[in-house]
């Protein structure tokens, strides 16, 4: 059973940083590939950041390219995400994913293990 658990969410104030973590548990597969998503209730889940950790493969959305870092922490087993230079626009709950076949896509339905979320809200 794969397990995610994200945490590091919090208010902060335009320009700021901040860091989510998303522990992963019963992922066993051999490429580790792992992504953040972010949704705004009556908006759909976009992709904003992917590791294809084995290829040394980041992907970014364009909206937060330059701001935002991917990362991971294999001997933890834990994910990171950068965020600098925060934009009102950057409100959201924020997930991790895992996908077994879709190593560096910012598409939700090729994911297949999803966490809770964690909310980010940044004001102007």
């Known amino acids: 059973q794969v397990h995610l658990e994200e945490s590091g969410g919090g208010s902060v104030q335009a320009g700021e940083s901040l860091r989510l973590s998303c522990v992963v548990s019963?992922?066993?597969?051999?490429?580790?590939?792992l992504g953040w998503f972010r949704q705004v209730p009556g908006k759909g889940r976009e992709g904003v950041a992917a590791?294809?950790?084995?290829?040394?493969?980041?992907s970014y959305a364009e909206s937060v390219k330059g701001r935002f870092t991917i990362s991971q922490d294999n001997a933890k087993k834990t994910l990171f995400l950068q965020m600098d230079s925060l934009k009102a626009e950057d409100s959201a709950m924020y997930f991790c994913?895992?996908?077994?076949?879709?190593?560096?896509?910012?598409?939700?339905?090729?994911?297949?293990?999803w966490g809770q979320g964690t909310e980010v809200t940044v004001s102007s």
């Open positions: 994913a895992a996908t077994r076949l879709g190593c560096g896509s910012l598409f939700q339905h090729e994911y297949d293990f």
């Open positions: 590791i294809y950790f084995e290829a040394e493969h980041r």
């Open positions: 019963g992922y066993s597969y051999r490429r580790n590939c």
